[in-house]
């Protein structure tokens, strides 16, 4: 995800970007990675530490970019598990 928002930005001339989600805008991409760099850093973090995906979850709802985006996140209540689920197992994937 990361890797395809950098790409975005690098090669495209759009000023305005459409979510699956939300309200379009010239600052979805960012809005968005911050978001998911605040439910993956923490994860990869964990990982490096030993830490148990309970653990990976308390680190994501303290991290100021989720925190900060929580309340405009339509389902985030009933979703943040999953989300950081996913990250914790890319995660995990990308250190081995």
């Given at each position: 995800t990361?890797?395809?928002f950098?790409e975005?930005?690098?090669n495209s001339q759009?000023?305005i970007?459409l979510?699956g ?16 760099e605040?439910?993956y850093?923490p994860c990869e973090?964990?990982?490096?530490d030993g ?8 680190m994501v709802l ?12 339509k389902?985030?209540?009933i979703n943040i598990?999953k ?5 914790y197992?890319?995660?995990e994937?990308a250190?081995f």
């Open positions: 990361f890797r395809t950098d975005l930005q690098k759009s000023m970007w979510p989600h939300g309200e379009p805008g010239a600052e979805v991409l960012k809005w968005n990675r911050e978001l998911f605040g439910i850093r973090q964990a990982i490096k830490l148990p995906m309970e653990a990976a979850k308390a303290k991290d100021e970019r989720v925190v900060s985006r929580a309340k405009d996140t389902g985030f209540d598990g989300y950081v689920s996913l990250a197992l890319e995660a994937a250190g």
